[in-house]
Every structure is written in structure tokens, then in C-alpha cells.
């Protein structure tokens, strides 16, 4: 599992390190780190072209350093000093020491266009808002360089916290973090400025729980239900779907793709769809006197394809045995009703719904995806899985947060919500927590959407029929 700590949290770490270490023991790890780094991302440093854009923070402490380690390696190293006043004077001392230069930011386009390395230490974890102009120009000529960019630490430019970008930031095609990961690290828009993250391991002591929390193949394997020798469908777990109208009859169909893909041993689908899903999964539990006499279930899915059935939702909310909340289900829930409900609810919204929750533009969703995760699931008491290009679940009662990247911009297609609602609800009647069975069921999405595309355009359908090959590739490691 990758871990990522909030900004207070890493200084703290820090300054207790700092205090058990001789003086700049921390930044010299962090600059040997930074320098092996861009030394294999280089290749060949001897006779290399490197350039520093260095701040005054210990951001450019550790570029300086790095630089010089550069330097003694036979690169030709410039630094950019962006506050001359306030720069590390140790760091700067022994670049020069080994022979780097220095220049003003107003003459440096020229070094930075011929350079194969630039090193972004403009800002450290502690910046807000975007770069200053002059800092911004030089990112941008970077950007447009042939020079490959290495951030020290995080991207100049990006929130650490919230991976909010509020203005012009550094693209870097590597980001070295020091000690943890951060959580603008693993959250969109900032983790797009990231490119490839290298963590060294600078010997900071953290607290168990984590600002954010990214699984990998091991920790969901870890989640993932596997029938027993007694199993049968009922103790593996029966889900219910209510979903689908005359309108979207394949919002049913799809949605019931993913449960009978998501380990629950039994699906009751309720709805107007059901011819349509008996002839695509005759295995389906098929009725339409609605989900009070649906018979036993462990888990509900409501509302993929739904339009104005808000009987049928207030009906699934009414039970006692977890809820997901997808899509029409997310506009006809009552707050209340779902504040007030014993059994956990996973609500499961792209950018868009909620927005319309929140009563913000979608672009602020957008722009601040973990926040927005945050402040929906307080409001409503639920958890909430916020789809997107990285995908944010929320508890309903704080704590971690999870993040997902699994996933390919090929996913962006008709339907592919609807089958993450019935995998992540097969999960919950399988017993996962909301929080589990939406991390596991966004991870083994992503993943089948992946396989399904393999870089070439794909439909719903195709990611459901792709889960079997997700779920054996997690167990297998």
C-alpha cells in the first residue's frame, strides 16, 4: 500500500528526525536521493547539461546539493537563483565547489532550452497558489524544451494537501518525494503534473493512520471474498439490483454484469428491465413487485438507469442491510433518508452529480476532488466514491481516504458506472465494509478497463466481461 501525509504531519516527522541527526545530515540524504535519481534518468551524466531552478526554501537546499553531486559526476551544472538573497548558502557553496554556475532568472531561457536536465526547486511542500511570473516563465520554457523535468519533492506550483493547481505549476516527467508521498501526489489535477514518482526513504518515523491511502494488488487481494469448502450462494452473499427503466434497459443489464462479477453468490434484479436482463444473464433472480418483496438480500444497488423511480429508492433506503447509490438513485435520495439509515450506504457520484449534491459548479469538483469527497460524505453520513481520472472514496466517518488510479481514460465510456455500481455492490453483500468494497470494486474496475481497452476504444460491456480477468491477475500478485 502506498501511504501519503499532510504537509504538518511530514514537518513534524522532520523536525523530530532533525533533532536526533547532525546538523543537515536530512537534506544531505534527501540530495543523494535527488541525485541518483536524475543520474538514472540520465544515463551518461558525464558531459551532461543540468539546470537548477532553485528557490529559497529547502527545495533549492536540495537541488543545490544534488547539483553538486552532479557536478563532481563531470555534468555542467547552472543554477537559476530565483531569490538570490534568500538562497541556501550552504547548498550553493558546494555547488560552487564543484564547479557549477550560477545566473540571474533573467538569463536563463538560453541554458534552460539547451539543457537535458532541469530540476524544479522552486517551491517547497509548504507553497500556495501558482508560481510567480518569473518562476512560471522558466517552467514554461522547460515544458517546451527537450529537457526531461525532475520536481524535488512535488511539482512547484501544486497544493501538497489537496492536489489542487490554482495557477501556472512545473510539468515534471519525475517527481522525487522525500519520506512519503503527499497526498497532491495521487490525486488529479496535481498528480498529472507528477509524471513517474520515485520515493526516498529518508528515515522520517510517521503515525500509523495516513492522510490517503492508494491499495495495491496485495491489499486488495487481501479484501477480496473467496468461498469456502461450505459456501453456497446464500453465504456468499445475495445482492439486489434496482435499476434500469424503459428508457434504460441496459443501465439493468450492466449493472447486473458487474454484481454477477463481484463474488456475491446470488443476483435478485427488480425493475422494468427484466426481460432484457434474463435474456443477456438467465442465472438472474428476476422480479417486479419491487424491492420490499424482492426477497433476501445483503446488499442493494440502486439506481443506474432508474429516471424518476423515487419509490423504488426510498424503498432500498428503507432496509436494513448496506445501500449503493448510483446515479438517479444520487438525485431522488432525500438527505435525511440517508443520514438517518443504520446500515452503511457507498454513494457512488461522478464529478457532475456531485456537483448538482453540492450545489457547486462541476469544475470545482474537479479542481478539488478530495475535498468535495470530504464534504459529501459529511453532509449525508455516507461514504462516497468520486469517480473520475483517479478515483476518491471517502469513509462516512473520516479517516484515510483511499485513492485509485487503476484505471484508462478509455473507462470514460456509456455503462462503465453502471458496472462499478454492481461489482462494488456484489462486494458489499460479500461482506466488505463501504469502504472496502468501493476501494476494491474502483481497483478491480479500473484494472478490467484496462485489460478491455489494452489501448484501443472499449464498451461497458467489454470491462464487464474483463472483471474474472482483473480479479485472477489480483490474486496471482
Known amino acids: 500500500m502506498r501511504t501519503a501525509y499532510c504537509v504538518d504531519t511530514v514537518r513534524a516527522a522532520e523536525r523530530e528526525l532533525m533533532a536526533r541527526l547532525p546538523e543537515g545530515a536530512l537534506m544531505q540524504r534527501a540530495a543523494a536521493g535527488l541525485a541518483a535519481a536524475c543520474a538514472d534518468l540520465l544515463g551518461r551524466v558525464y558531459g551532461r547539461r543540468v539546470v537548477l531552478l532553485v528557490g529559497s526554501g529547502d527545495n533549492g537546499g536540495d537541488a543545490l546539493y544534488a547539483g553538486a553531486r552532479l557536478a563532481r559526476r563531470g555534468a555542467g551544472v547552472t543554477a537559476v537563483l530565483l531569490a538570490p538573497g534568500r538562497t541556501h548558502a550552504g547548498g550553493l557553496a558546494a555547488l560552487r565547489r564543484a564547479g557549477g554556475t550560477t545566473v540571474a532568472p533573467d538569463a536563463a531561457e538560453a541554458p534552460v532550452r539547451r ?37 524535488v519533492d512535488l511539482p512547484s506550483g501544486v497544493e501538497a494537501d489537496t492536489g489542487e493547481v490554482r495557477g501556472a505549476a512545473v510539468r515534471a516527467d519525475l517527481t522525487v518525494t522525500f519520506g512519503t508521498h503527499k497526498p497532491g501526489l495521487l490525486i488529479d489535477p496535481a498528480r498529472e503534473y507528477a509524471g513517474s514518482v520515485r520515493l526516498v526513504d529518508i528515515g522520517l518515523e510517521l503515525p500509523a493512520e495516513p492522510e490517503l491511502e492508494a491499495l495495491q494488488h496485495a491489499d486488495v487481494a487481501r479484501l477480496l471474498p473467496v468461498p469456502g ?14 435499476a434500469g427503466s424503459a428508457r434504460y434497459p441496459g443501465a439493468a443489464v450492466l449493472a447486473v454484469a458487474g454484481a454477477l462479477r463481484g463474488g456475491a453468490g446470488a443476483v435478485r434484479y427488480v425493475g422494468p428491465a427484466g426481460d432484457a436482463v434474463l435474456a443477456r444473464f438467465p442465472e438472474t433472480l428476476v422480479s417486479d413487485d419491487g424491492p420490499r418483496r424482492a426477497g433476501r438480500v445483503q446488499a442493494w444497488v440502486v439506481g443506474p438507469g432508474a429516471g424518476d423511480d423515487a419509490g423504488a429508492v426510498a424503498e432500498v433506503l428503507e432496509t436494513d442491510v448496506p445501500v449503493l447509490l448510483d446515479a438517479d438513485g444520487l438525485r431522488l435520495a432525500e438527505v435525511d433518508a440517508v443520514r438517518g439509515r443504520t446500515a452503511p450506504t457507498l454513494m457512488t457520484p461522478h464529478a457532475g452529480e456531485a456537483a448538482a449534491l453540492l450545489g457547486v459548479a462541476r469544475e470545482e469538483v474537479e479542481a478539488a476532488r478530495l475535498a468535495s469527497a470530504r464534504e459529501l460524505a459529511a453532509r449525508y453520513g455516507a461514504t462516497v466514491l468520486l469517480k473520475g481520472s483517479t478515483t476518491v472514496v471517502v469513509g462516512a466517518r473520516g479517516g484515510a481516504a483511499r485513492v485509485n488510479s487503476t484505471g484508462t481514460p478509455w473507462l470514460a465510456t456509456a455503462g462503465s ?24 470494486g474502483a481497483y478491480l474496475h479500473g484494472l478490467a478497463g484496462r485489460f478491455a481497452a489494452d489501448g484501443a476504444p472499449v464498451g461497458a460491456h467489454d470491462v464487464a466481461s474483463a472483471v474474472p480477468g482483473a480479479w485472477r491477475d489480483v490474486l496471482r500478485g
Open 115 to 151: 539543457a537535458d536536465l532541469v530540476v524544479d526547486g522552486i517551491v517547497g511542500i509548504g507553497g500556495r497558489g501558482g508560481l510567480r511570473p518569473d518562476a512560471a516563465a522558466l517552467a514554461a520554457v522547460a515544458e517546451e524544451s527537450r529537457a526531461a523535468v525532475v520536481a
Open 229 to 242: 469448502a461450505e459456501s453456497d450462494k446464500y453465504r456468499r452473499g445475495v445482492v439486489g439490483i434496482a
Open 417 to 440: 458506472g453502471d458496472v462499478l455500481s454492481g461489482l462494488a455492490g456484489s462486494l458489499l453483500a460479500a461482506g466488505l465494509s463501504a469502504l472496502d468494497a468501493g476501494s476494491a
